[in-house]
């Protein structure tokens, strides 16, 4: 009996991505593929993709796309990426779950699959057809090589933060460990090493040497990311397009001041923090917030810190408020589900209230998180997460 059912619990995860295949084929859109390839065909055109409005992107990923746009078309690219979208999330659920089985109880194998299985956020991504689920993945899967296979660690995140910086603190937050040191140097040059040959790809289709000069690309993206398409719409999660809803105006000091704020709150987390998940959380939570573009579909990367705390609340005992502020946030993320809200014409003052209730998730598993470790005394599974981490579990 015992096989079966351990065949049961292998095939359950890839199933629920699997269920994802007949919407997914019915797509006739690029979204955001087809930015990021407009983006790719300027690059190739003129060296200067930040002439388009909609480009917010890396010059890495600028190099990535005008290649693209030599081999294939726009409408065949997207269905590529959908489709590596659906195997790589399918294979993220295999493999985290596939390591849980057997050392939770079933009920919450099944409750925690189920709550994975519908995350608006993964979904989503895979239906805007953005490269978050990709980034993601070969930033989890670097980190789980830190310690043991540095430089493949270090090639993996270095490409996840030069393809899409919306994990920017993890090769900091290796840096800041004595046993991941070499990693976070190695991933740092990595990421830096890719941009710089995005940059001289550039400033070769540009065919001006002046364009070697990265500041502009960075003055451009500020300035992108401050203007009228992103700065103050709902859609925006970023606390700095929270502030300015608010009618804070976002000046470079209030931008200093939002990120100093996030990074000494995640450095005062830090401390309290006692394996390497938690820290591949913390940093996969606060990167989203520092920049001044947060979309719904990066809640993906709250993902980790709320697998792992509903972990540690299920073998710790966490108390019932913490449950609940856990549950919240899981419920807040879920509220947005475009752009099949969209596709299905929903009117748009429910997509508004969703935005707007939606954007405050962070927070609350933020405060939720702080509230535990406060509380968290040193328990057998703290040994345990280590124990795994080292053996790369």
Known sequence: MERPVRKIHLLAPLAAALALIPFVASIRYTADFGLAYSGGLEAWASGHPERLSTWFS????????????????????????????VVVWGGLLVTVWSRLQGRVPSAWWWGTLVAAAVFSPAISTIFWLNFNIIVF????????????????????????????????????????RRESRTAGMLATAVAAGLNVAGIAFLAWRAGDPGALNPFPL????????HGPLVACVTQNYSPLALLCRLGLPTTTAVTLGVDAALVAIAWLLLRRLSTGWEVFALACLISPMLGPI?????????????????????????????????????LMTELVWDPMESLARTP??????????????????????????????????????????????
């Open 218 to 225: 960075l003055a451009d993206f500020a300035a992108k990311g």
């Open 294 to 330: 947060e979309w719904a579909t990066y809640q993906l990367l709250f993902a980790p810190v709320m697998l792992l705390l509903a972990y540690q609340f299920w073998s710790e005992g966490a108390p019932a408020r913490l449950w609940l502020g856990l549950l919240l946030a899981f």
């Open 137 to 176: 993945a070969l930033a989890l899967a670097g980190f789980s090589l830190v310690g043991r296979h540095d430089r493949l660690a270090a090639l993996l995140i270095g490409l996840s933060v030069a393809t899409k910086p919306i994990l920017l603190l993890l090769p900091l937050a290796l840096l800041l």
């Open 58 to 85: 890396t010059p890495f990923l600028a190099l990535v796309m005008a290649v693209i746009t030599r081999v294939a078309s726009a409408d065949a690219g997207a269905h590529v990426l959908v489709a590596a979208n």
């Open 348 to 393: 748009v003052t429910v997509e508004i209230v969703s935005y707007s209730v939606g954007q405050f998730a962070q927070f609350v598993i933020l405060l939720t998180w702080a509230r535990w470790l406060s509380l968290r005394q040193p328990a057998g599974v703290t040994a345990h997460l280590s124990a795994d981490h080292a053996r790369g579990v």
